[in-house]
Nanobody, 114 residues
Framework: QVQLVESGGGLVQPGGSLRLSCAASRIMFSFTTMGWYRQAPGKQRELVAGITSGGSTNYVDAVLGRFTISRDNAKNTVYLQMNSLKPEDTAVYYC????????WGQGTQVTVSS
């Protein structure tokens, strides 16, 4: 069974930055398109960024220009660099395949507040 372990969340002020990491195991990572998702309180989980095995990326409009997804295939790890954070970015962030077929990890909480 695929295992996904997210880390790097925390409390940050508006305008601040965080870098999330997701370590994947039991998966042919280098061949797999990966994504970062988030779920805000009372809302459905949504995809915010994706990266193909070849490194092509895509983002939802709400994070375009502020978030950067990247991957290190040697470490089976996908990252999400988040800059210029806004209160509306507050959510639990998860990684998964794209489309999401693996069991969800525990996620990492990101709280943007002054």
């Amino acid at each position: 069974q695929v295992q996904l372990v997210e880390s790097g969340g925390g409390l940050v002020q508006p305008g601040g930055s965080l870098r999330l990491s997701c370590a994947a195991s039991r998966i042919m990572f280098s061949f797999t398109t990966m994504g970062w998702y988030r779920q805000a309180p009372g809302k459905q989980r949504e995809l915010v960024a994706g990266i193909t095995s070849g490194g092509s990326t895509n983002y939802v409009d709400a994070v375009l220009g502020r978030f950067t997804i990247s991957r290190d295939n040697a470490k089976n790890t996908v990252y999400l660099q988040m800059n210029s954070l806004k209160p509306e970015d507050t959510a639990v962030y998860y990684c998964n395949t794209m489309p999401s077929w693996a069991t969800w990890g525990q996620g990492t909480q990101v709280t943007v507040s002054s």
